[in-house]
């Protein structure tokens, strides 16, 4: 069975970088993307970023646009690891951060929350001086 472990969350200063990891682990990973997402409280659940892993899309990532400069995504597959890169953080970027695989082909940038049908259990993020 398919398991996504999220981890690398913790409290950090404004302005300050963290490293998310997602594992996959278990049968079932022929999905085609992976991708990190947030919800902060009393906020809807928001993309963040998606990486390919289809032979149509492998490696090719897309980060919403506000988000530019300051996260990126990049995969290692020897340790079927997803990670997200985050830079010069700030108090809004604190939320639970979690990743999900979709099994549904689309356009990177399309993806919605609601295309990605399992997830792991997330991991808290807080920006705080």
């Known amino acids: 069975q398919l398991q996504l472990v999220e981890s690398g969350g913790g409290q950090v200063q404004p302005g300050r970088s963290l490293r998310l990891s997602c594992v996959a682990s278990?049968?079932?990973?022929?999905?085609?993307?992976i991708g990190w997402f947030r919800q902060a409280p009393g906020k809807e659940r928001e993309i963040i970023a998606v990486?390919?892993?289809?032979?149509?899309?492998?490696?090719?990532?897309y980060v919403q646009e506000p988000l530019w400069g300051r996260f990126s995504i990049s995969k290692d597959d020897a340790q079927d690891t997803v990670y997200l890169q985050m830079d010069s953080l700030k108090p809004e970027d604190t939320a639970v951060y979690s990743c999900?695989?979709?099994?549904?082909?689309?356009?990177?940038?399309?993806?919605?929350?609601?295309?990605?049908?399992?997830w792991g259990r997330g991991t808290q993020v807080t920006v705080s001086s």
């Open positions: 990486i390919g892993r289809s032979h149509m899309n492998n490696g090719r990532a």
């Open positions: 999900a695989v979709t099994w549904f082909s689309h356009d990177l940038h399309r993806y919605s929350p609601t295309d990605f049908r399992f």
């Open positions: 278990g049968v079932s990973r022929d999905y085609v993307a």
